[in-house]
Nanobody, 122 residues
Framework: QVQLVESGGGLVRPGGSLRLSCAAS????????KAWFRQAPGKEREGISF????????YYADSVKGRFTISTNNAKDTVYLQMTNLKPEDTAIYYC???????????????WGQGIQVTVSS
């Protein structure tokens, strides 16, 4: 079964850190783009980061730039999102996704994780 399995979410205080993991199961990422999206309550899903290993292109949305870091472990077929200095406005369901195009437009991504909750609250 082809799927992306996310882990690492949870509740954290403002200023804290979390690391999300997204492992490919039943397939390999290969050279496909790996991305992270999030959807906050009442808001549309937004692309916050992607990594394109074909040309070492990495993107961060302004809202997370300088605080979040995307990385991959090819041996484990896993993509990570290290999140630091978390803010209450980072509270959302986070999704990983993979596809052939380096973009923040979600319709270009073919395979999605199930989503994982991140809550930033004191």
């Amino acid at each position: 079964q082809v799927q992306l399995v996310e882990s690492g979410g949870g509740l954290v205080r403002p200023g804290g850190s979390l690391r999300l993991s997204c492992a490919a199961s039943g397939f390999t990422f290969g050279n496909h783009v790996k991305a992270w999206f999030r959807q906050a309550p009442g808001k549309e899903r937004e692309g916050i980061s992607f990594i394109n290993t074909r040309d070492d292109d990495i993107y961060y949305a302004d809202s997370v730039k300088g605080r979040f870091t995307i990385s991959t472990n090819n041996a484990k077929d896993t993509v990570y999102l290290q999140m630091t200095n978390l803010k209450p406005e980072d509270t959302a369901i986070y999704y990983c996704a993979t596809g052939p195009v380096a973009t923040t437009i979600d319709t270009y991504y073919r395979t999605w994780g199930q989503g994982i909750q991140v809550t930033v609250s004191s």
